[in-house]
Structures are given as C-alpha cells and as structure tokens.
C-alpha cells in the first residue's frame, strides 16, 4: 500500500508543480491562444455537430461553404477522447473548461505515455522516471496553450511507439490492441506524414544498427500472429477502416479539389496549381536557420513574451549530461539515439541542410509538410533519451571512467558549462543553481557514503525543476492574449447551427494583422456567419470559390452571395476554357435570369434535360429569383452542417442554384431520387427543379456522408472501450 502510494505522489508532485508554474493558464485567467484558439474552435464546431447527432464534414456558414474533413484530420476527429468535452459540457462545467480540462488531460496522457516508453526502452523504472520529469518540463508543456498541433502529432505518437516497444518485447493482445488504436488515432491526424517520418527515421537506423535483434524480435511477433491470426486479422480490418477518411482527404487533396490558399498566399494561380504541395523556396520562409535554431535552446527572458521564440526549451540539466558524451563509451543506443537527433536537426532546418533536400527529392510525402518546425519536438524527446541513456552510463559504476578520476571530470565539465552560461547574454540565474545542484548530485552519486547517497534523488529531481520553475512563471506572466472579442467567444456556450436565407455582406479584407484569422474562428465558436473567404491561418476553401473570388471582384461577388439559393428560367452551357469573367460579373452585378452551367464536352444538353433552358432570343432576360424569405413556392424543410432539404412549388420547371462551394462529392436527390449536381456559375451547385410541389435535398456525400462516417466513429468509440477493458481484465 506504502508503496502503491509512493508511486502515486512521485507523478502527482511534478504535475502539481507544473500547474503552479503555469496557474493563470490552468485556472483561466489567462487564455488559451494562437493556433491552440483556432483547435478550439474546430473542435468546438465538431461537437457542436455531434452532439446533434451529425458527424460534421462540411460547414456551410464559413467562406461560401467548405470542406472540414481536412480540419478534422488536424485534431483526428474520430478521437473518442474528445468526448469528455461534451460529457463536462453537459454536467454543467463552462465549454472553455470543459475543453481545457480534457486538453490538460490529453497532453498529461502523453507525458505518462512517454514515461512508459522510456521505462520500456531503458528497462528501468527510475531512468524512465527521469525521462518523464525532463519532458514535464520541457517545450511542450508551455506549447500545447498556444501551438496545439504539437499535442495532436506527438501524444499518438508517443503512445504508438510504447505500445510498439511492448509488443515487441512481449506479444500479447491488449498491447496489439493499443498499437492499434494508437495508429488509428495517428491515421486521422495531419494525414500522418509526420508519423511516417517518425517511422522511417527510426527503422532506418534499428535496421542499421539493430538488425539481429530485430530479425529476433520478429520471429516472436510471427508466432503470435500464427497463433491469434482470427484477432489480428480483425484488428488491422478495423485499423483499415480508420484508414478511409485520411485516405480520401488526401486524394481530393492531390486532384486539387481544395485550395491551400496559406501555403501559396503571394500567388493565387500557384494555389490553384500545387494545391497542397510546396517547394523547397517556400520552405525557407517557415523553417529554422541553424543558428536561431540553437539560440532557441537557451532562450533569453524576453524570448518569451514572443509566440514563436523559446519553444525549443528543454532542462538545462540535460545539456549538463551530454558534456560527459566526450568521456563516455559509444554504445549502440547512445549512436543510435544521436544519429537520430542529428537527423531531425537537419530536417528542422530544411533547406539549409544538405539532408533535407535529399530526403525531399526521394521521399514524395515530403512535399506535403509544411510545418517542418513540428519536427522541434521529435528532436527534444530524442535529445531527452540520449541524456537520459548517459546518465545511466554515468551512474553505470563500469562504464564510467576510472574510479579516482570522476570528481575531477565532474569538477572540469560543470566548469566548462559554467563559462559557457557566463558567455550568454542575460540567462536566468537559475540556470547557475542548476549547474551547482547538478554538480553535488554527481558528488553525492559517486560518494560511498551512503547518507549523501540518500540525497542524490532530492538533488536530481532539484536540478531538473529549478531552471524551468523560473521560465514557466516567466512565460505565464508574459504569454500574449488574443483580442477582446475572441476571449468573449471562449466564454460562449454550444451553440446549434441555424438556416438564414440572407448571409451578412462581405466587410472586406481587414488590415489588422491577424484579424480575419480570428473572424473565421470567431464564426466557428458561435455558429455565426463568416461569408469573407479567409487568406491566412485556417480553412481550405474549395478550389472553383478560390478561383472566383481570385478573378472577380469583392463587392460585386458579395452582392450576389448575399443570397444562399436563386431560382432561374434560363441557363447558359461554358466550358471551362470558354469561361468569361467579365459576362459573368454583369450576371451577378445584375442579377439576371440566367445561370452560367459548367459542362464537359461529352454532355448533352437534351440528354440533361437543359434544353428548355436555353434562352431564345425573343426572350426577355428578366432578373433572377432570390430568395429572401420562406415563402410558398420555397420552404427550408431541415439544415445542417453535411446537408439542406428544401421544398419548392413552382408553375413551370425551374433552375436551382445553391450559393454554397462546389465539390465532386456533393449529391442531389430530388424527390427521393438521385439528380446530377450542376456546377454553377462557375463555384456553386445546380439542379434542375421540376414544376410543382418537389421536395430536393443537396447532400454531402464524403466517404459515404453523415451515416457511414458516424458508423466509423463508432467502430472508434468501441474499439477503444474494448482495449481499456482488456487492459483491465490483463492487470486482474
């Protein structure tokens, strides 16, 4: 019982510290912000939607309409955890807390994850202890209140490769069942091209350094698949299942469906060209030149009142523990764990190392990383590791030095870091108790006296906390806020989503820098409109709204989409390349009876039932029917984020056209049955609207829409209730 308590306090201590040091944030005082606000948001958005029973791929209310199943990759959607969100929200806690709770929750799940990672890659309980305490109070317990998208990538990922340690180690079922889970949650998170790197950097070098224990490990795992084939089979079914969302997100993102507008803001065409893709010229504006990059490592007091400076921090202790790399033997895990911090340095700097472009050049996903500087924290964890797989060499009574010679030593390498800490320019003076307290750990560990042995945990544990109490009271007295108004949307509660048949008119691009950012967000919190079409921080539009807001004008488009449906008696057949931007204005700055149809060469006109459409030229071109209001002839029947039914009651047949972005997945189903989706003047979707009482429905049909991806969410729920349970039921 003693003991079991013991363990308990030893985590509970460190966390308690840590939610000292950054109180403000923790008890909301301060605000969550940057791209942590826009997660918010998105998620906000997502549970809003599911909590009415709709698994949300489309949001109608932002940029004329877009996708969101690219966002939903960002956060991995189909993660039961975000549950708990709601499951707060409806016990009564405030929806910003109720998502801070569940976001502290998630990244203290993954510095635990990492503690069982190290304790399995160490086989050492205390080194895996030390391993938690250095990632506890590194970089990313700052990072994930305002750059989330480190906690969305590395606690899966943490999770996956402990899992993958385990089951190596010993194959047995729940842990295929959490290296399962832990892939299907890294499937649907940043379409994982940074865990494929993770991936390939590791087994590259096991295979180059580890290959007969690998070949070893291998048989075991082979005689556990021989022996649980029926399970494994239905393990990796449900993980292909998982597969299908991140899947289809990347091909309607290599067809250039949508548009990355932020990756190629400078240039509209080259964002209709590349899509998602960038270039090695473009990578130099988002990664690390080599030298900000070190200077990030030992961050200045005033670095961190600056969003993007100082998160590249671990304990200084740790750099204390690599002096003595120089005296150590080479081991196979410590060259294994360098060469792999080496690797990820080169790819943090992209194009200014000779790796990068190399590995670029030969690895295709490559292209699609934009955020190279996620690699920040791969190459922390691994610089962790290695300090921590030093100090047990150091501690290691055979592998360190000669006996008579380690209080010298010590005394020369804590001198040499002291000189080097005098030559920086204002470092926090606990970075000096830290070099002192390092030192007297080291005496106390190599010391036969066993009452100064009794001390050396107190003293380690010291020397790891002291430095970063310091720069976690600094950061959370300096972090920047986000404007007024959007710390009054983290105050709102879910709200549902709501049909108006007029949007708000566009504003306007704003020339408060980051302002649109937090509009678009703002939209998402409240389930408000947000009709501007967003150049920077957030939203993929789809690629025809890009390309007619790119090449017309702002006043005269906004005028147009004022109104979501127009009903017309004529329509005028283009093709792409025929397309006439300036007829086209005059259609919408008029709003005349006709309707531009985008058609394909092979199409027939009285095939599609078009031709009583075509306008003769006795016919006078009246105006366009807008709908304002509901009224007989036009009722909205039900409306959400994946779809809009409407029930029409027109004389004579009609054109329909919805004001809302254009997608190869849309499907239309006019009374019950299935009719072409037009696309129409040149971004949105058309139908033709037989006369009489019909009842028509546009639906977004993603990867099957709103019921085969909540069938998917559910095979998450699930799965990961039948793997806690299995854990449960392995530990009795």
């Known amino acids: 019982m003693t003991k079991k308590i013991f363990s308990f306090l030893k985590f509970l201590a460190p966390i308690s510290f840590l939610i000292f040091f950054l109180w403000p944030m923790v008890s909301g005082k301060k605000f969550i912000t940057s791209d942590t606000s826009g997660m918010f948001a998105l998620i906000k958005f997502f549970i809003a939607n599911i909590s009415s029973g709709v698994f949300p791929l489309w949001n109608p209310l932002s940029m004329w309409g877009c996708p969101v199943f690219i966002e939903n990759c960002y956060f991995s959607a189909y993660n039961p955890v975000w549950l708990l969100i709601l499951i707060l929200y409806k016990l009564g806690l405030s929806y910003y807390f109720s998502f801070l709770f569940t976001w502290v929750l998630y990244y203290l799940s993954g510095v635990f994850g990492f503690y069982l990672l190290a304790k399995s890659f160490f086989k050492s309980s205390f080194l895996g ?23 969305f990538i ?27 889970f832990s892939l299907m949650i890294v499937s649907t998170t940043y379409l994982p091209i940074y865990w494929i790197m993770f991936m390939f950097a590791v087994s590259l070098l096991c295979l180059l350094l580890f290959f007969d224990s690998f070949k070893k490990s291998s048989l075991g795992v082979s005689c556990f698949i021989k022996k649980n084939y029926i399970f494994t089979l239905i393990c990796f079914f449900i993980l292909g299942v998982s597969c299908f969302p991140p899947l289809k997100a990347y091909f309607a993102t290599s067809e250039k469906q949508v548009v990355f507008v932020e990756r190629h803001i400078q240039n509209p065409e080259e964002a209709l060209e590349e899509g998602a893709s960038i270039n090695l010229e473009q990578l130099k504006r988002v990664a690390l030149e080599p030298k900000y990059f070190l200077e990030q490592l030992f961050p200045e007091r005033k670095d961190l009142t600056n969003r993007n400076k100082g998160i590249s921090y671990v304990p200084i202790f740790v750099y204390i523990v690599l002096l003595f790399s120089f005296i150590l033997p080479i081991t196979k895990r410590n060259v294994f764990l360098a060469l792999l911090t080496m690797l ?15 590995l670029f050049n030969v690895l295709p996903f490559l292209k699609l990383i934009h955020g190279i500087a996620l690699f920040r924290m791969a190459l922390l964890i691994s610089l962790i590791l290695l300090s921590v797989e030093n100090l047990k060499l150091i501690l290691s009574q055979e592998h360190f030095f000669i006996k008579n010679d380690r209080p010298w030593m010590t005394m020369i390498i804590h001198g040499v870091f002291l000189i080097f800490l005098l030559m920086q320019k204002n470092p926090f003076w606990t970075s000096y108790g830290t070099v002192l307290l390092s030192y007297a750990f080291f005496i106390c560990a190599f010391s036969s006296n066993e009452f100064l042995k009794k001390f050396r945990f107190l003293i380690l544990f010291l020397c790891i906390i002291l430095q970063p109490a310091q720069i976690f009271l600094n950061f959370s007295k300096h972090i920047y806020q986000p404007a007024p108004k959007v710390q009054e949307s983290f105050k709102m509660p879910l709200n549902s989503m709501n049909f108006v048949y ?3 008119v566009m504003q306007g691009k704003s020339s408060i820098p980051g302002d649109q950012y937090y509009q678009y967000f703002l939209s998402l919190s409240s389930m408000s409109e947000y009709p501007e ?17 790119a ?76 709908i304002k209001k509901e009224m007989d002839q036009f009722s909205v029947v039900s409306f959400n984020a994946n779809s809009v039914k409407v029930k029409t009651n027109f004389d004579k047949n009609k054109f329909l056209v919805y004001n809302d972005s254009y997608l190869p997945d849309w499907r239309v189903f006019v009374n019950g049955k ?19 009482e019909n009842i028509v429905e546009f639906r977004f049909n993603f990867l099957g829409g709103t019921y085969m991806n909540n069938a998917i969410y559910l095979v998450y729920i699930v799965f990961f209730i039948l793997m806690i349970c299995a854990f449960i039921m392995k530990k009795e």
């Open 129 to 151: 202890y030390i391993s938690f305490l250095l990632l506890l109070f590194s970089a990313f317990s700052f990072l994930f209140f305002f750059h989330s998208n480190h906690v």
């Open 154 to 180: 590395y606690v899966p990922s943490i999770w996956f490769f402990y899992f993958l340690i385990r089951f190596i180690q010993k194959p047995d079922r729940p842990m295929l069942m959490g290296l399962v």
């Open 344 to 358: 990820f340095f080169f790819i943090i700097i992209g194009p200014f190392s000779p790796v990068y472009p190399f």
């Open 502 to 504: 007029e949007r708000p």
């Open 533 to 549: 079409m967003l150049l920077y921080g957030g939203g993929m539009p789809s690629r025809w709204s890009y390309q007619l807001y």
């Open 551 to 626: 090449s017309s004008s702002e006043k005269i488009i906004s005028n147009y989409l004022k109104y979501r449906f127009f009903v017309y008696d004529y329509i005028l057949p283009v093709y792409d390349e025929q397309f006439d931007e300036v007829v086209l204005e005059d259609i919408f700055k008029n709003q005349e009876n006709l309707a531009f149809i985008s058609l394909s060469k092979s199409d027939s006109l009285d095939l599609l039932n078009l031709s009583q459409f075509m306008r003769k030229k006795k016919d006078a071109l009246e105006l366009a029917l807008p």
């Open 674 to 692: 299935k009719q072409r989706v037009f696309r129409s003047n040149v971004a949105f979707k058309g139908v033709v609207l037989p006369a009489g």
